[in-house]
């Protein structure tokens, strides 16, 4: 604990009471001393770098390099990801991988190379690696995508874990993306990010690192071509960007340079290589295809903080209804629940809940718990009695129960890292859903101290089972949300078979969506907040994470009857669809900020209702290939210099382009297109793109545009479902797919295919069947035709 912590455990003791705020700052103390007593302090270190290579030994899919003071093993899978790791380290075990390590590619093989190095060719992607351990990956027709620098390791004199150094070295062209949620993109520029899933204890905007959700796996994005590299280990470590810069034909480029510092774990990583879209399926069929959230999670969800009951509740929700504003689900904070926190429901203000819920749900709409993974420490709390009884909280190297003072106190922490403990979590969603709840966020799951430190409420020398290799939390925290979304999902999934979960997570790791979505923690209400809110999302998708949205409104107060509808018009295309009111903090319903707001909210809530059939559609598309939501407007054509450095707009699916407003008193703005022909879908007029234009955004409404050619599916007036077609180009096609949700439960959906087409003076719509063409099977709509 140093000066800062202890500045910021003083203003804790202010704002939290006397009591709580001095239990938090002797928690951080004892903290300190475990660390101190249990984990080395950095002595002597003797550094290593690999050496020349002794002898090569091939094998399925690459082979085996030795080197003076390292081994590294090497091979190419048979969806073309690239795995190495030094040291001998395997792929496996993984928290990244959704199964077992995909087969080795047999038609890689490992052969010598020039200059005393190896190489192993394939079909999308050439390895090569020089004598002294430098590793670069090439295109299959010769041109360097990456070329990694041989490692450094630091390792102590007297044993115990050692650090490593991995530089590398892109094209000068290269954009950065990814790294997880972060709220500096989408573009990555020049600085350190850190890898420590931290909670900053306050409204964050753009800028702020880290945050609650960061992962190892950055895209960069050339002219050449696109990969993907992860580098698998959850310990902490920093990742350092620096653009590269072209010599205008010099030929003296400075080319981008990446450069991976860990703390510990194993050096090995992932590469992928190929079109944005094929790099994202090969990432999915590694990592876990993305969990598909039930449909009225596609709609609009709605958060109420305060200590409001049952009658409050019905009547926030009545005034949604009244207004003719749609709504699908409600969200309940900690502000629902007892002192104990968890599993736990304030009956003085909640007596009846169940009933409430089901009235709801007869009603459209569906209520969200928050779960927070702190137990109070306390004798006769159910929970806690029996995670004492089935061994399932981390412990201290001394074997005493780690306690951290969190929202309901003196708290203690399930061991997620541990099957047993997961099943056992797992199956206490029982009581949530016993209350009528239908889905869950998981908030503080960091885990956090309300973030009067800054990162853990755990030391970094607690216990954790790490599926049985043991370890500390060192390894352990960037993983123990990703644990957490797992045991709510496989729990949920032995308790309501039937039925996709939704789960909702703030921290998580590589692979988190297999288990649900994200939601983001508190974006600050400001216009910076708002940039961070759309750099969050995209960043989230890149890394595999498709669905994920920020709190229309924001948090910290500051906000403004404009900034409030263009937070709320970007909101409504964002996978997950999140407002939220805090009376206490100024945040009020829409019905409270004037007719003005009312009526322009009204149309973001009716357009997103309407384009639910897209979002369902979007979804599944998502949990077959991987491809987000929300894409970056280079997305197709990546080679587009203009549009990668585009960091205002974004592709909703193939056939949208969303351009938000988000700078104050802006009534018109500039959109870069990709190539084709686009439609402003309020006025009909037509764009040409690639290139620069101007667009109308008056405060009722934010500029989106169908491409030439799209066909969306749409929800009628009635509710049905139609398809909203953009005549396409003359002399050309258009086409899109549609995917009827079959329920919230497991059942295969229906793929239709259609295809749009001139046939003299009008556009003809057929669906494509494996038996032939048909005509559509919904009413149809053809705009664009003036």
Request: charge should be neutral; glycine fraction near 14%.
């Amino acid at each position: 604990m140093d000066g800062r912590d202890l500045v910021r455990s003083m203003k804790a003791v202010g704002s939290s009471g006397a009591v709580q705020g001095l239990r938090t700052v002797r928690a951080a103390w004892r903290r300190r001393r475990v660390d101190a007593a249990a984990l080395p302090g950095r002595g002597p270190e003797r550094a290593r770098v690999p050496g020349p290579v002794l002898e090569a030994e091939p094998g399925p899919g690459g082979g085996t390099l030795r080197f003076a003071r390292s081994l590294l093993r090497i091979h190419v899978a048979v969806n073309g990801a690239v795995f190495w790791g030094w040291d001998g380290a395997e792929p496996e075990p993984s928290y990244a991988l959704a199964d077992r390590c995909p087969e080795p590619d047999p038609r890689a093989v490992l052969e010598p190379d020039t200059d005393g190095g190896w190489r192993v060719v394939a079909e999308r992607v050439t390895v090569v690696v020089s004598r002294h351990g430098a590793v670069e990956v090439r295109t299959p027709g010769g041109v360097r995508l990456r070329r990694d620098l041989p490692p450094r390791w630091w390792e102590p004199l007297d044993g115990g874990p050692g650090h490593w150094l991995q530089r590398s070295e892109v094209a000068a062209d290269a954009r950065f993306f990814g790294l997880g949620a972060r709220a500096s993109g989408p573009r990555l520029g020049d600085g350190s990010y850190r890898l420590w899933n931290t909670d900053r204890g306050r409204a964050f905007d753009r800028g702020a690192d880290p945050l609650h959700l960061t992962m190892p796996v950055h895209l960069v994005v050339a002219d050449a071509a696109t990969h993907l590299v992860f580098h698998d280990t959850s310990w902490d470590g920093t990742v350092t960007l620096r653009e590269g810069a072209e010599g205008a034909g010099s030929g003296h480029d400075r080319p981008g340079a990446c450069e991976v510092r860990m703390d510990g774990g194993p050096l090995r990583c992932w590469v992928i290589v190929g079109t944005p879209a094929r790099v994202l399926l090969a990432w999915a069929a590694l990592t876990g295809p993305p969990a598909v959230p039930p449909a009225w999670a596609l709609g609009h969800h709605h958060a109420r903080w305060g200590r409001g009951g049952e009658q409050e509740l019905r009547e926030v929700v009545a005034g949604f209804r009244a207004h003719g504003l749609p709504l699908d689900a409600v969200h309940l904070g900690i502000d629902h629940a007892d002192e104990n926190r968890v599993f736990t429901v304030d009956q003085d203000r909640f007596p009846k809940l169940p009933v409430l819920a089901e009235e709801l749900r007869e009603d459209g709409v569906r209520l969200v718990s928050v779960v927070a993974p702190a137990v109070r420490a306390e004798a006769g709390s159910a929970v806690y009695d029996a995670g004492v009884a089935e061994d399932a909280f981390v412990r201290e190297p001394s074997g005493r129960l780690v306690e951290g003072v969190v929202g309901p106190g003196e708290s203690v922490f399930p061991d997620f890292t541990h099957a047993r403990v997961r099943r056992w979590w797992g199956g206490l969603y029982a009581e949530r859903l016993g209350q009528g709840f239908a889905g869950f966020w998981h908030a503080m799951d960091e885990p956090t101290s309300s973030a009067v430190f800054g990162g853990s409420v755990l030391p970094r020398s607690a216990r954790h089972s790490l599926e049985g290799r043991g370890g500390d939390h060192r390894e352990a925290h960037n993983v123990y949300d990703l644990c957490m979304a797992r045991a709510a999902y496989e729990g949920l999934r032995q308790l309501v078979p039937d039925e996709r979960p939704l789960v909702l997570s703030r921290s998580g790791w590589a692979g988190l969506q297999r288990y649900g979505g994200v939601w983001s923690g508190d974006v600050a209400a400001g216009w910076p907040g708002l940039r961070a809110s759309l750099s969050l999302v995209m960043g989230l998708g890149l890394c595999g994470v498709p669905y994920s949205g920020t709190d229309v409104g924001g948090a910290g107060g500051g906000s403004s009857p404009e900034l409030y509808l263009r937070r709320l018009q970007l909101g409504a295309y964002m996978p997950l669809f999140r407002t939220q009111t805090h009376p206490g903090a100024g945040l009020r319903e829409p019905w409270e900020l004037g007719p003005e707001v009312l009526e322009h909210a009204r149309v973001a809530l009716l357009e997103r209702r309407r384009l639910l059939p897209y979002f369902v559609t979007l979804a599944h598309q998502a949990g077959r290939t991987g491809a987000p939501y929300v894409r970056p407007v280079w997305w197709g054509s990546p080679g587009n210099r203009p549009l990668r450095d585009c960091e205002d707009a974004f592709l909703l699916g193939d056939s949208l382009l969303v351009a938000p407003v988000l700078a104050p008193g802006v009534d018109r703005r500039p959109v870069q297109l990709p190539r084709g022909h686009w439609y402003d879908t309020a006025t009909g007029r037509v764009y040409r793109g690639p290139g620069r234009v101007q667009v109308e955004a008056p405060l009722s409404r934010i500029p989106v545009l169908a491409r030439a050619g799209a066909i969306v599916p749409v929800r009628g007036d009635g509710g049905e479902l139609e398809l909203e077609v953009w005549a396409p180009t003359r002399g050309r096609t258009g086409g899109g797919l549609v995917v009827r949700d079959p329920g919230d439960g497991w059942r295969e959906p229906e793929v239709e295919r259609y295809v749009a087409r001139w046939e003299g003076s009008r556009v003809v719509v057929e669906r494509e069947g494996e038996d032939g063409v048909h005509a559509p099977s919904c009413p149809v709509r053809v705009r664009g035709l003036d």
